[in-house]
């Protein structure tokens, strides 16, 4: 494989990718890799296209090879997103892969536990009310009878 072959392989390889065809990018990053190993680029787009795959034990040695021969930023992030179970890996600077989620809603709680949150209300509520009552009442009555 010439060289100009494999970069039009990578970037065939990337827009596979980008489609979500991620067995079919890694067959491409397989092929490139082996005619040219070690590149950080094709190691890491392999790396993001094992993770899609749900292959993180692969992905992740992986990210440990790159980050052995390259300071390469994005590979650590990939790691230890992988190795939190955060979510799918996002590629930074890049249009590609799924990036976590900015807000994640709170899970509502449950029917039951609303239930009992209002019944709560309700009672501090009267006790407020009762209290209040029963302010009064002892003041009238000290008004009253001294």
């Not at 065939?12 to 990018?25: D, H, N, V």
């Not at 709170?106 to 407020?128: A, E, H, M, N, T």
């Amino acid at each position: 494989m010439t060289a100009s072959e494999a970069k039009e392989n990578y970037f065939t390889a990337e827009k596979l990718y980008r489609q979500g065809q991620f067995a079919s990018a890694l067959e491409m990053l397989d092929a490139i890799d082996k005619a040219y190993p070690k590149q950080k680029n094709i190691m890491l787009l392999r790396a993001y296209c094992l993770a899609e795959l749900y292959r993180a034990q692969q992905a992740v040695m992986l990210c440990d090879r790159i980050l052995g021969r390259f300071d390469c930023p994005e590979a650590h992030d990939l790691k230890m997103r992988l190795v939190k179970n955060d979510g799918l890996p996002s590629m930074p600077g890049r249009d590609y892969g799924t990036p976590l989620p900015k807000h994640v809603s709170k899970p509502q709680p449950s029917r039951f536990r609303q239930f009992l949150y209002r019944v709560l209300v309700v009672l501090i509520d009267l006790g407020v009310l009762l209290g209040a009552i029963s302010l009064v009442t002892w003041s009238i009555l000290y008004a009253i009878y001294g």
